[in-house]
């Protein structure tokens, strides 16, 4: 099975231009846990991105900002200048 590995991670976070406080707020974690998965350890380590994470974060790069469940519309990211 591929994982995502921390410069995939970091190449996501800059491809949308987000800084990391910008990408923790989006998918609803604290900024220390960007850095952790950006870096690939925490204190000595290794930490995998979970599929949740990387589920979240191709739908992001897709443009949707949340989702209610079935049968309802997805909100999507409204981009500067809508």
Same mark, same amino acid.
């Given at each position: 099975?591929?994982?995502?590995? /921390?410069?995939?991670?970091?190449?996501?976070?800059?491809?949308?231009?987000?800084?990391?406080?910008?990408?923790?707020?989006? #998918?609803?974690?604290?900024?220390?846990?960007?850095?952790?998965?950006?870096? &690939?350890?925490?204190?000595?380590?290794?930490?995998?991105? /979970?599929?949740?994470?990387? #589920?979240?974060?191709?739908?992001?790069?897709?443009?949707?900002?949340?989702?209610? &469940? /079935?049968?309802?519309?997805?909100?999507?990211?409204?981009?500067?200048?809508?």
């Amino acid at each position: 099975m591929t994982v995502m590995e /921390p410069i995939d991670f970091r190449k996501w976070r800059k491809s949308l231009d987000m800084s990391q406080k910008d990408a923790a707020h989006i #998918l609803g974690l604290k900024r220390r846990m960007i850095q952790y998965y950006e870096k &690939g350890e925490r204190d000595g380590e290794k930490v995998k991105i /979970p599929r949740s994470v990387r #589920l979240a974060c191709y739908a992001i790069s897709n443009g949707v900002a949340d989702y209610h &469940g /079935p049968h309802r519309k997805v909100q999507m990211i409204e981009k500067e200048g809508d």
